[in-house]
């Protein structure tokens, strides 16, 4: 008891000095507590008093009554008892309501060492510096992280002024305002080294502010090079747009080109081929020496060859630029291959080979019949001409589904890996090479392939030396599905 007195005594000078900061700390619950507890004491002291006079007044009142039957008097001796156990149990009351707000005082305003800890390792696993400040502007509690950004100096411990910290914070950096309005403010620091951190500082509802502290340098850095990958992106669309117009104009300029020259030298060649066909049949009288004729006839076959040639170049161009549109009619396809097949009988059987049609398919399509037939024509053609003596050729068509396939087989010499390369690269005429030692332009495969994809197909080659080729050409189920209609 004594040393609780003791106690006592050291403390209440200290309450006395500075009432008001000392209740300007208590909390609201602390003090709910205490008014609850003097009150209770007041209410018990009020209802002690009337009840202790009462039984005064009753006592007195005995008292008097056993003095009027005895007709003793009689000395009223708990007059003096009364006032101290009254003062008694009003100072246990108003001491045990003391007690009781000293109890919820130091239960809610000291905080335990665990919980202190407790806080410190929860900011300790926050990723981003943060720092609570009072409304004072003074630091009250931050992580390593902060530290960190702040370095080793008192800008970092607690009580830190909130302008030197910010101060120290933008140190060497060009802050720039990001968004500022009642909720906060955010603000972007970018280093000289190319660091760049965000400052997020945000109010709290109890007073006071928060400061987040984020290095954004690496996503900065993200965003740059994101930046300059689009940019490029950008420059090499614009590229490629410049580039095919330079060559949608250039191909339209060679389309032009070979129009112009073919029809410059087929005029001429028209001529030619005129004026030697009117030698060969001496409507005027004989030419004289008999060799003028073969000579003649040589002029004749030369002339129509390279009219042929320059036939096939033009029509070559005019597919690749898009300049020739392809018709739509509605055609049988055995009848397509049974003409082909006609067409090209003699030749085979003055190259003693066989040529021969596949099993009816029953398919009709809608297409443009005069460009499929040349497309044919010109793979029969090479076919025709690289399969030696006693070889065959079959065409055959196959229906389906989804389309109709043409294909072209023959047993002839084959090509190899690297000639199968060269004709499937556009602009390429792969067979020019074999073409120059068993006639031709070499040009049959590249119009082939030219009609297929403008028709919406697609030519596909298969090849071996020494066992043969196979071309086939798939049209797509449009066409089929129109016809079956139709």
Same mark, same amino acid.
């Given at each position: 008891? /004594? ?12 309450? =006395? ?32 008093? *009337?009840?202790?006079? &009462? ?24 007059? $003096? ?27 809610? &305003? %000291? ?10 390792? *929860? ?12 409304? !004072? ?6 992580? &390593?992280? +902060? ?12 009580? !830190?002024?909130? *302008? $030197? ?12 305002? *990001?968004?500022?309005?009642? /909720?906060?403010?955010?603000? &972007? ?9 965000? @400052? ?29 990958? %689009? ?8 590229? +490629? ?50 060799? +003028?004729?073969? +000579? ?58 066989? =040529?021969? @049609? ?12 005069? /460009? ?7 793979? @029969? ?92 050409? /798939? ?12």
């Amino acid at each position: 008891m /004594s040393g609780l007195a003791d106690g006592a005594q050291h403390r209440l000078p200290a309450l =006395l000095q500075s009432p008001l900061r000392h209740l300007a700390d208590i909390s609201p619950l602390t003090l709910a507590v205490g008014a609850t507890a003097l009150l209770a004491a007041m209410l018990f002291v009020v209802v002690d008093t *009337v009840r202790t006079q &009462e039984d005064h007044r009753q006592y007195q009142m005995l008292a008097a009554h056993v003095a009027a039957l005895s007709f003793e008097p009689v000395a009223a001796a708990g007059e $003096a008892e009364v006032p101290d156990g009254l003062l008694q149990r009003g100072a246990g009351a108003f001491g045990l309501a003391l007690l009781v707000t000293g109890l919820a005082w130091r239960r809610r &305003e %000291r905080p335990t060492s665990a919980d202190a800890g407790l806080v410190h390792a *929860v900011l300790g696993t926050i990723p981003f510096g943060v720092a609570f400040w009072s409304q !004072a502007g003074r630091l009250v509690l931050c992580n &390593e992280r +902060y530290r960190a950004h702040l370095g080793a100096g008192p800008e970092s411990r607690p009580g !830190a002024s909130y *302008v $030197a910290s910010l101060r120290r914070l933008l140190q060497g950096g060009d802050p720039q305002v *990001v968004a500022e309005d009642d /909720s906060g403010r955010l603000l &972007e620091v970018t280093g000289s080294g190319g660091s760049c951190l965000l @400052v997020d500082e945000r109010p709290l509802a109890g007073g006071g502010f928060v400061t987040l502290v984020t290095d954004i340098s690496e996503r900065r850095r993200t965003d740059r090079l994101l930046a300059s990958i %689009r940019e490029e992106q950008r420059l090499l669309a614009r590229r +490629y747009h410049e580039e095919k117009l330079r060559a949608e104009a250039a191909s339209r300029s060679k389309t032009s080109f070979l129009a112009h020259l073919s029809h410059d030298i087929r005029t001429p060649l028209n001529h030619i081929i005129g004026f030697a066909d009117l030698m060969q049949q001496q409507p005027f009288g004989p030419l004289g020496d008999p060799h +003028y004729l073969g +000579y003649v006839e040589a002029v004749k076959s030369s002339g129509e060859r390279l009219l042929s040639f320059f036939a096939s170049i033009l029509e070559l161009a005019e597919l690749e630029g898009g300049q020739k549109p392809l018709k739509t009619e509605l055609f049988a396809v055995d009848d397509l291959l049974v003409a082909t097949a006609r067409r090209f009988q003699g030749q085979a059987q003055r190259a003693g080979l066989t =040529l021969r @049609v596949g099993a009816v398919s029953g398919a009709r399509m809608l297409g443009d019949r005069f /460009s499929l037939e040349r497309m044919l024509s010109n793979i @029969v053609e090479n076919a025709l001409r690289f399969t030696p003596h006693g070889g065959k050729v079959t065409i055959s068509a196959f229906a389906a589904t989804d389309g109709v396939v043409l294909e072209i087989t023959d047993t002839g010499i084959g090509m190899s890996e690297e000639q199968l390369a060269l004709l499937s690269q556009p602009f390429a005429f792969g067979d020019a090479g074999l073409a120059r030692g068993h006639g031709g332009a070499g040009l049959g495969i590249a119009i082939a392939r030219a009609i297929a994809e403008l028709s919406g197909g697609r030519l596909a080659i298969d090849s071996r030396m020494a066992l043969g080729t196979t071309v086939a050409i /798939s049209l797509p189920a449009e066409g089929m599905e129109q016809a079956e209609a139709a």
